[in-house]
């Protein structure tokens, strides 16, 4: 069974940055799409951005695009989110996932199926 266990999440202040983790086990990283989301209280699902497997390619969503990236070290079996210039609208539960594929229609339909317990980010006044 696929575990993800992300971490990372926190309060901050706008303009700041924070970088979520993702570390699965079960399965090697590599070889799979994963991909990162969020939900904000009361809004659906957002897809962010996602990674292909080995030779890896990403893709961002055009509302985190320049300021999110995605990446990830295989030997620690682990994907990360480098989140910069955050914004009120940031905040939410940020959960990694594995994924139907990776592209941005990975992303605009939400296409993700196993996905961990979450991380919160608020991003204050």
């Known amino acids: 069974q696929v575990q993800l266990v992300e971490s990372g999440g926190a309060s901050v202040a706008p303009g700041a940055s924070l970088k979520l983790s993702c570390s699965a086990s079960r399965f090697a990283l590599d070889y799979y799409p994963l991909g990162w989301l969020r939900q904000a209280s009361g809004k659906e699902r957002e897809g962010l951005s996602c990674?292909?497997?080995?030779?890896?390619?990403?893709y961002v969503a055009d509302s985190v695009k320049g300021r999110f990236t995605i990446s990830r070290d295989n030997r620690k079996n682990t994907v990360y989110l480098q989140m910069n210039s955050l914004k009120p609208e940031d905040t939410a539960v940020y959960y990694c996932a594995t994924s139907v594929g990776c592209s941005m229609a990975t992303l605009a339909q939400s296409l993700f199926n196993y996905w961990g317990q979450g991380t919160q980010v608020t991003v204050g006044q």
């Open positions: 990674i292909t497997g080995s030779p890896a390619r990403t």
